[in-house]
């Protein structure tokens, strides 16, 4: 059975730290592709970064750069988003993603989510 579920939510001050963390099961985590994306209530899915199957390389949005730092332990088939200098606007619901593609396919797995809030 494939899972993907995230830990690590919850409720903290502007200029905060959360570690949120995506346990992979059911399938083989190193050959996937990682990201996280969030949505906030009333808006679309976002992508906020991404790493390749391989780990090295990775991307950001730009409202994220410098603050969020994603990593993946494939020993582990965990994927991390160490978030730092938080701020109100990045409260929303956090998602992990595994994709990967192949000769006229993709296959992507999404976890359930968990709840960021970055309230005084």
């Known amino acids: 059975q494939v899972q993907l579920v995230e830990s690590g939510g919850g409720l903290v001050q502007p200029g905060g730290s959360l570690r949120l963390s995506c346990a992979a099961s059911?399938?083989?985590?190193?050959?996937?592709?990682v990201s996280w994306y969030r949505q906030a209530p009333g808006k679309e899915r976002e992508l906020v970064a991404g790493?390749?199957?391989?780990?090295?390389?990775?991307s950001y949005a730009d409202s994220v750069k410098g603050r969020f730092t994603i990593s993946r332990d494939n020993a582990r088939n965990t994927v991390y988003l160490q978030m730092n200098s938080l701020k109100p606007e990045d409260t929303a619901v956090y998602y992990c993603?595994?994709?990967?593609?192949?000769?006229?396919?993709?296959?992507?797995?999404w976890g359930q989510g968990t709840q960021v809030t970055v309230s005084s």
């Open positions: 993603n595994a994709v990967r593609y192949g000769l006229g396919y993709r296959r992507d797995y």
């Open positions: 059911g399938f083989t985590f190193s050959n996937y592709a």
């Open positions: 790493m390749p199957s391989a780990g090295g390389s990775t």
